[in-house]
C-alpha cells in the first residue's frame, strides 16, 4: 500500500522541500498552505507529473481547528504514515509592542496547529499500530531569541510537546520528533538583513546557512527505518549553532 504524509506550510522554503523529498520517495501527499494555493496547486501538480504519487493541496488554516476538520474530512484522510508540522510564523519586535492578538496569531500557527494536526491523526495512526509524526522546530525554542518572544516560547513548547507525546505515543508504536533548525536560508528569514544574516552564519561553526533540502533530508532519515528506534528527541539541524 503507498505510503501517505501530510506536510502543513508545504507551499514554500522548508515544507517545499520536505513535501518533494517525500514524493521522491513515493509518498502520496496531502499539501497545506494558508495564503499561496496557486504556488501550491501548481507545485503538486509537477511533484505528480514528475513521481507519479497523488498530491492534494489545500488552502487553510491549520492553528484552526475548523479548519483541520475540514482537511481531515474533505480529504477525505483515511490513513497517514507521516505528519510533518511546518506550518509557522514569526514576529520581530520588541514584547511590549506586541499585541495580545499577534501573540495569540504567533501561538496558534506555530503551536496549536501541531496539536490539531495530531489529534486528529493520531487516532489514525494508532489504529494502524505505527506511524511519524515530526514537529518542526527551532534552536531558539532552547535558546530565545531577543525580539522573538513569542517565536520562541512557541517553538520551546513544541519541544516540549514532542517529548510527552512521544512517550503517550510509544506503546502504539508511534515516533514523535522534531527538528530544531538553526539559521536556514528561507522566506522566513529574508526579512533579516543582509549583514544580520552574515552575522548569524559567522556565529555557525559550519561558517554558513543551513538549506531547507538539507531539513528534508533529516526528515528522511526520521521516517526510515534506520530510524526506528528514535523517539522524543530534538535534533538540531543547526550547523553546531
Known amino acids: ?15 517545499r522541500a520536505i ?26 501538480h509537477e511533484l505528480t507529473e514528475a513521481y507519479e504519487v497523488k498530491c ?45 492578538e ?15 494536526t495530531c489529534r486528529l491523526a493520531v487516532p489514525l495512526m494508532v489504529h494502524a499500530k505505527k506511524g511519524r509524526i515530526l ?6 525554542g532552547a535558546a530565545g531569541a531577543s525580539t522573538e518572544a513569542a517565536y520562541s516560547a512557541s517553538k520551546g513548547a513544541v519541544n516540549s510537546l514532542t517529548k510527552a507525546l512521544a512517550k503517550e505515543l510509544a506503546p502504539s508504536n508511534i515516533q514523535v520528533n522534531a527538528l530544531a533548525c538553526g539559521v536556514i536560508d528561507t522566506d522566513m528569514n529574508a526579512m533579516h538583513s543582509r ?16 538549506t531547507a533540502g538539507e531539513v528534508a533530508d ?16 530534538v535534533l538540531g539541524v543547526n550547523g553546531g549553532f
Open 102 to 116: 499577534e501573540w495569540d496569531r504567533v501561538l496558534s500557527t506555530n503551536l496549536t496547529s501541531c496539536f490539531l
Open 218 to 233: 533529516s526528515i528522511l532519515y526520521l521516517c526510515s527505518e534506520h530510524a526506528s528506534f528514535i523517539t522524543g528527541q
Open 56 to 100: 492534494l493541496p489545500f488552502q487553510g488554516d491549520m492553528g484552526c481547528a475548523a479548519d483541520v476538520e475540514r482537511l481531515f474530512s474533505s480529504a477525505p484522510i483515511r490513513s497517514l504514515d507521516v505528519l510533518v508540522n511546518n506550518a509557522g510564523i514569526s514576529y520581530i519586535g520588541l514584547l511590549q509592542d506586541m499585541t495580545p
Open 1 to 15: 500500500m503507498t505510503k501517505k504524509a501530510l506536510v502543513t506550510g508545504a507551499s514554500r522554503g522548508i515544507g
Open 19 to 44: 513535501a518533494g523529498r517525500l514524493a521522491s520517495q513515493g509518498y502520496d501527499l496531502y499539501l497545506t498552505c494558508l495564503h499561496s494555493m496557486d504556488a501550491l496547486t501548481e507545485y503538486a
Open 135 to 140: 514537529n518542526i522546530s527551532s534552536v531558539w
Open 195 to 210: 549583514e544580520t544574516m552574515q552575522e548569524l552564519a559567522a556565529e555557525t561553526p559550519l561558517g554558513r546557512i543551513g
